[in-house]
């Protein structure tokens, strides 16, 4: 993987665009969190994109696959670490540990009672595996021991450093499957498929998502076999989401070899193999963000030709579906009927704009190409025709085109339009 | 507030239902945890119950409560930590800090040593309040400077333990408010009936919800007025949620004094005072559980008096709302008829319990008084019937009746009852 600094240009345009436009927070140290791939402190946009992505993600694995796939939700921090990443971040009471140096007590003492309070102090997860190995027992009982079946979940983990001493925080998610190790071959190429479907589901362009088997000299111990869903970003490619088909081996270390507790009834008794999914959502989020912005030469009203950008997410995926806007008129009217239609919106789960609201002077042109950059769906522009005869105007982002609509029909066009791309 | 050990009576038929039932992880430290309004390890149902509070919270704060409020995600550790929480707990490496401790330098030069690692490692946030404060710049711009507005957030945080040297998970909700000086008494009012309504709203019992004055000694440094969210526990009263009318000094000192940049266009200018809302979830879960939970006297078939409990989770709430079952008839036709539901009620997004797959045969008795526990809103029971005429059984977990319902009515009903129970 390359590192942020070196391949500065190729993400300049995209991070500049997701500061501006309530993507993620302003900042040198925040838009290299985001370039990293890490987790960052993300603004209204970003973190309803974030809530959409965790949304989908979470209904294709669960509901959406037709297979049996509960949630579940650990801890992201454990007493007894060490069986978790070894333990290697902990986190520690900084009041007690400087009270442990300063006593005055030989070099020998202070070690050891320092070593005894890290023993004590909780460590932070690296990953969601373990977690959900530790939930296989209680979840037997819920599938009567029948396999196959998943264990699900989304939470935050904290990365150890490249010896800089600062650990950093990523959002995974993680799927859990346990199956007959004689199936567990199928289900790994199963779930590969199933996921690299699910990322091209949302592209602008499919085919900058592809899986790719892990080479045999980086598999992590414990696996057999390994694939990689990888993006294909400007500085290069990324894995967004990792499969592995890891065997009985640390499900029988979790549950100290305790064979009898683990056998599934699957025709014969067996314990079940384990394969992992697990995906990094910051990451993720940056791929479709890439991956949807275009830079679209245009005109604009003066004959100039401009740069015109475009952050086409997938509707389902977009922050904001519609911005409200008022053109000419009486302001104060205009602007109830502009809280009626929100009100629609907002019981429909809708995302609305309140644009309305702004009272700065922005021509029509500077706001579609704002609102272009945010990625919203539609502009609905309510005038003075409005409160004659009922019709609005609404500009699409992907085609550009403006069409006349009565104000009774727009909450059911758009949760049309929104339902017919997730069926795609 | 009142330890777990000291009071454990009252608590332990909920601790026992909610282990039983999966809303959590077997386990005594996972009991404790839970019972001590912390996060816990969550089973299937506890995960969706929570997730199920948290979109309720979330659009009963964003986009319900016609309030500006924006959606923001910052990060759970920073570098600078000593504002917040004052770096009480942070992430170390712990081999680096082994790896310090062992060279064979003086005490001194350890000491300056460890101090410098603490330094670099980040500190882990006690509440949300110092994110949002810091994001309040970057969100100036999205109101066109006009007060008043708020950001919204949920996620993990961190308690400092109470001498254990083991700090403790905790997942807040946040809605930092920002708005005029003068108006912000009247805000806090406002915001304490929208939090109270909403608890209520779920509660099967609203009284047992209730909000009191901070009294003068416990308010915190900066606040003037405190008001407090309490659930009445029949262990005794706890917190639910905590509202802080609290100035502007903290924002102040976030942004060092800057008063210009913070200034706001509000009829004259003004730096805006705070008001932050910050809700415990996990204890939110717990009170709504321990709510719903009733304990009733039933006969059985054979006349013998028994206890019957039923979890009436709030419709909205509940994690499963249709257990899908078959009764006499050819299991295969009968299964496929439930796959087919199954299908169908989760394109509608209800969830589901799969519970025809159950190979273990149980009664119809011992299926319901389950499923009570488990808060099941509906069990649909499908037989040779629904073959022949399409007709099966449906049985309400609130009136325990049964009625017989055609199988192209049941998604709509159901659908129905959930969007009724919402806009009650």
New interface residues.
């Given amino acids: 993987s390359t590192t942020w600094t070196e391949d500065l240009d190729p993400l300049r345009p995209l991070l500049q665009l997701c500061m501006d436009r309530?993507y993620i927070?302003?900042g040198q140290t925040n838009a290299e969190l985001f370039g990293r791939g890490m987790?960052?402190?993300?603004?209204?946009l970003?973190?309803?994109l974030?809530?959409n992505l965790l949304e989908q993600w979470w209904?294709s694995v669960t509901?959406?696959s037709?297979a049996?796939v509960?949630?579940?939700?650990?801890?992201?921090?454990s007493?007894d670490g060490e069986t978790d990443g070894g333990?290697?971040?902990?986190?520690?009471?900084?009041?007690?540990?400087?009270q442990l140096?300063?006593q005055d007590v030989s070099?020998e003492l202070?070690?050891q009672d320092?070593?005894a309070?890290?023993q004590?102090?909780?460590?932070?997860r690296t990953h969601l595996l373990q977690?959900a190995l530790?939930?296989f027992l209680?979840?037997l009982e819920?599938?009567?021991r029948?396999l196959p079946f998943g264990l699900a979940e989304t939470g935050?983990c904290?990365q150890?450093?490249d010896g800089?001493?600062?650990?950093a925080?990523a959002t995974q998610t993680s799927l859990v499957w346990f199956c007959s190790p004689r199936t567990s071959s199928q289900w790994l190429d199963h779930w590969t498929r199933q996921r690299l479907t699910w990322w091209r589901k949302f592209a602008l362009s499919p085919s900058d998502f592809s899986s790719s088997d892990v080479p045999a000299e980086e598999l992590v111990e414990a696996a057999s076999r390994g694939v990689r869903i990888i993006y294909n970003f400007p500085w290069g490619q990324e894995p967004l989401e990792t499969l592995w088909s890891r065997g009985d081996a640390e499900l029988m270390q979790t549950h100290k070899g305790a064979r009898s507790k683990l056998q599934c009834r699957n025709g014969r008794k067996t314990v079940p193999h384990v394969i992992s999914v697990t995906g990094n959502v910051d990451r993720g989020l940056m791929a479709f963000l890439s991956n949807s912005l275009q830079l679209l030469k245009r005109e604009d009203s003066k004959q100039r030709l401009q740069q015109r950008k475009v952050l086409k997410l997938h509707p389902v995926l977009a922050p904001v579906k519609v911005a409200l806007d008022i053109g000419r008129g009486a302001t104060v009217e205009l602007r109830r009927v502009c809280e009626g239609l929100l009100?629609e919106f907002?019981e429909a789960?809708i995302?609305v704009w309140?644009g309305y609201?702004?009272?700065?002077p922005t021509s029509m042109e500077q706001l579609n190409a704002k609102y272009d950059e945010m990625g919203v769906l539609f502009t609905v522009v309510v005038s003075e025709n409005t409160l004659e005869s009922g019709l609005l105007q609404l500009r699409s982002r992907d085609t550009t085109i403006r069409e006349t609509m009565h104000i009774s029909e727009i909450k059911n066009f758009i949760s049309r339009y929104i339902s017919a791309a997730d069926k795609i």
């Fill in positions: 309530y927070s302003p987790s960052c402190s993300y603004g209204p970003g973190m309803e974030r809530r209904h509901s959406g037709r049996q509960f949630g579940i939700n650990t801890l992201s921090s007493k333990g290697q971040v902990r986190m520690v009471e900084s009041e007690k540990l400087k140096l300063q070099k202070i070690l320092v070593q309070l890290l004590r102090s909780p460590s932070v977690g530790e939930q209680p979840s819920l599938v009567n029948k935050l904290f150890p450093s800089s001493g600062c650990p925080e009100q907002m789960k995302s309140p609201l702004d009272t700065m």
